[in-house]
Each structure stands twice: as structure tokens, then as C-alpha cells.
């Protein structure tokens, strides 16, 4: 079963725009990680924040996270079309050993 | 950082018959490894855990013995398609853990697509 939601499921801004894509999560976690697909290829790793941190940032990247909520969000700033990709939160429930993947957004960029 | 590869990337069979698909960790050992499938615009669905040199856990609605896993080595873990059905077209991926020590880490394959005529 998937543990995230994410919102939007699809978003498109124009070349320099910042995007932003909220996660919610349904159990207590130890981290969420956030991952990017371009589209048919497999998975790249973006950015992993724990449960006791609230934000952090990786280049152009924000990702914030709010326990008390169970949601994170992740900013992308300037973007580039080099950004279109479909985006996943994942997070390792406490006790359990796996990713579990959140439904994702597609984000697509304009030039 | 680690590289998983997977062979093959796209394969095309008919139905019934069976799909071998291999995931390897190039640089590093790796004790569990996972299988997802990805249906097209949706998410990545856990559908097994794979340890090496023990049986793998399927989750909960993945029929084991259509899905055989096999995790012979440190470095290879292979998903077989028993007797494929169109329904089992999907985007295969597999990720293997570095170790037990940082469990949240994992490294994906680029995927295989099968498609079943």
C-alpha cells in the first residue's frame, strides 16, 4: 500500500518559475527522501532529511518537514526544463526496512 | 556513488512464457535487494524484499511463485515472470542496499520494461 500522497500529481511552470510539491505520509518515519524519474528510467536519489531535522537544502533544492503534520514539501528554485521528471517521497516506516513510495508528481517545464 | 545495473532493459515475450530479469550491484555488495514494478503514470509498488541467501518476502498480494526471486550472491539478485500474461507488462526496477548500518540507503536500476504479447 502506498504510505504518501502527493499533491499536485501533475504541475507545469514556465523555465525559471520555482516548483513546489507537498508529501504526506500516514505512520511515524525515521527519515523521508525525495527522488526524481525522468520519464521510463529508473530512480534518482535527490535528498534525504530526517525526522528531527525541518528543512534542508541541497543547490537549488528545499525540502522542508513538519512531523506533527507528517507532510514535507520540496522546492525546486529556477527551474530548468532539464527538471521535467516525475517526483516521489519515500519514506522507511519505523520498524520496517523498505521504501515506500508516494504516488508522485509530474512536473513539467517550460521553456 | 554505487551503480545497480539491470539486464535486460526492455524485453518483449509472449504469453506464457517465462522472463529472467537480472539486477547487479557493480561496485559494492549488496545483502538485500528490492523488486518494484511501475505501471505507467503511477508510483513504484514494493513487490518483494530480497535477501541474500535466504527466500524473499513478498508483500501482501504478490504471488510468489509467479514472481521468483532468487538472490544467489552478494552482487545478483534475478526476478523470473512465471508463465507471463499481458497483465504483467509493467516497468520492473530493482534496488540494492549498501548494508544494514545505513538501511535508507538505496541504490536504484534503471529498469526493465517487459511487455507481454
Known amino acids: 500500500s502506498q504510505q504518501g500522497e502527493e499533491d499536485p500529481q501533475a504541475l507545469s511552470i514556465q523555465e525559471g518559475e520555482n516548483a513546489t510539491m507537498n508529501c504526506s505520509y500516514k505512520?511515524?518515519?525515521?527519515?523521508l527522501q525525495w527522488y526524481r524519474q525522468n520519464s521510463g528510467r529508473g530512480l534518482v536519489h535527490l535528498i534525504l532529511?530526517?525526522?528531527?531535522?525541518r528543512e534542508k537544502h541541497s543547490g537549488r533544492l528545499r525540502v522542508t518537514l513538519d512531523t506533527s503534520k507528517k507532510s514535507s514539501s520540496l522546492l525546486i528554485t529556477a527551474s530548468r526544463a532539464a527538471d521535467t521528471a516525475s517526483y516521489f517521497c519515500?519514506?522507511?516506516?519505523?520498524?520496517?526496512?523498505?521504501?515506500?513510495f508516494g504516488q508522485g508528481t509530474r512536473l513539467t517545464i517550460n521553456p | 556513488g554505487a551503480v545497480v545495473s539491470q539486464h535486460p532493459s526492455r524485453v518483449i515475450c509472449k504469453s506464457g512464457t517465462s522472463v529472467k530479469i537480472e539486477c547487479r550491484s557493480l561496485d559494492f555488495q549488496a545483502t538485500t535487494m528490492f523488486w518494484y514494478r511501475q505501471f505507467p503514470k503511477q508510483s513504484l509498488m514494493l513487490m518483494a524484499t530480497s535477501n541474500e541467501g535466504s527466500k524473499a518476502t513478498y508483500e501482501q498480494g504478490v504471488e510468489k511463485d509467479k514472481f521468483l526471486i532468487n538472490h544467489a550472491s552478494l552482487t545478483l539478485s534475478t526476478l523470473t515472470v512465471t508463465s507471463a500474461h499481458p497483465e504483467d507488462s509493467s516497468f520492473y526496477i530493482c534496488?540494492?542496499?549498501?548494508?544494514?548500518?545505513?538501511?535508507?540507503?538505496?541504490?536504484f536500476g534503471p529498469g526493465t520494461r517487459l511487455l507481454v504479447l
Open positions: 519515500a519514506t522507511i516506516i519505523q520498524g520496517a526496512q523498505k521504501l515506500v
Open positions: 505512520t511515524s518515519i525515521n527519515n
Open positions: 532529511i530526517r525526522s528531527n531535522e
Open positions: 534496488s540494492a542496499r549498501l548494508n544494514s548500518v545505513s538501511p535508507e540507503t538505496q541504490y
